[in-house]
């Protein structure tokens, strides 16, 4: 079945350093790739995406690279800040599929300055 | 701009009681959501619709029941609550003109004991 893998949490880091969290996943086919973030006490909202291979998602100095060859769609900035602690998690969708997203399980960021 | 509104914030169920999760948004988007978001499992599909009158079972169904009476309203209800439902419920909307962003509503956390 189609499904997103995600690196456990929670990562923690100082302020400035690189920042990695890996997504890979399984699909039948070729969907979309999305990270939405969730600040705390609130919803998710989207903060990049990538619609086929290849594409660079980016978005406040965030980046992610849509590999097909490793089915994979890891986020990266290169200097976290403490007004990125939150719980980022990485989604595919299909076309014509309503919209619909499959998450993973999200991973949990806490930056200290 | 209101976005996607939830209703209430917070919950405590008796095992066995019902209620309903609220939802609106003012964005006019055909296609609405539930999620439930457990610790360490990411986001779970409940139900969607893609209209009014159209609802439509995604992973997780079973305990929950919808309607979709109105393009704005998208209503959640839990007949008999058990502490399996024991989550935080997200609402969210897109539609085919969003370009595949959802929006999220800040999420209600229910607790059954």
């Known amino acids: 079945g189609n499904s997103v893998t995600q690196m456990e949490g929670p990562v923690t880091l100082s302020e400035e350093a690189f920042l990695t969290i890996n997504c890979t996943y399984t699909a039948t086919g070729y969907p979309s790739l999305f990270w939405y973030v969730q600040y705390p006490g609130e919803g998710l909202q989207l903060l990049l995406k990538?619609?086929?291979?290849?594409d660079k998602g980016s978005n406040k100095g965030f980046e992610a690279t849509y590999r097909k060859e490793t089915t994979s769609f890891h986020l990266e900035k290169g200097s976290v800040q403490v007004s990125d602690s939150a719980v980022y998690f990485c989604?595919?969708?299909?076309?014509?599929?309503?919209?619909?997203?499959?998450f993973g399980a999200g991973t949990r960021l806490a930056v200290h300055p | 701009n209101a976005g996607v509104t939830q209703t209430p914030k917070f919950r405590i169920l008796k095992i066995g009681q019902s209620m309903t999760l609220q939802c609106t948004q003012d964005?006019?988007?055909?296609?609405m959501y539930w999620y439930r978001q457990d610790p360490g499992m990411g986001l779970k599909l409940i139900y969607y619709s893609v209209g009014a009158g159209i609802t439509d079972k995604g992973e997780v169904p079973n305990g929950y029941n919808v309607s979709r009476s109105t393009t704005e309203d998208f209503p959640l209800r839990l007949e008999l609550a058990a502490p399996s439902q024991t989550s935080v419920y997200f609402c969210a909307s897109s539609s085919a003109s969003t370009n595949e962003k959802l929006f999220f509503g800040s999420g209600t956390q229910l607790s059954v004991l």
């Open positions: 964005m006019n988007h055909n296609y």
């Open positions: 990538a619609t086929k291979a290849d």
């Open positions: 989604a595919l969708m299909f076309s014509g599929g309503y919209n619909k997203l499959i």
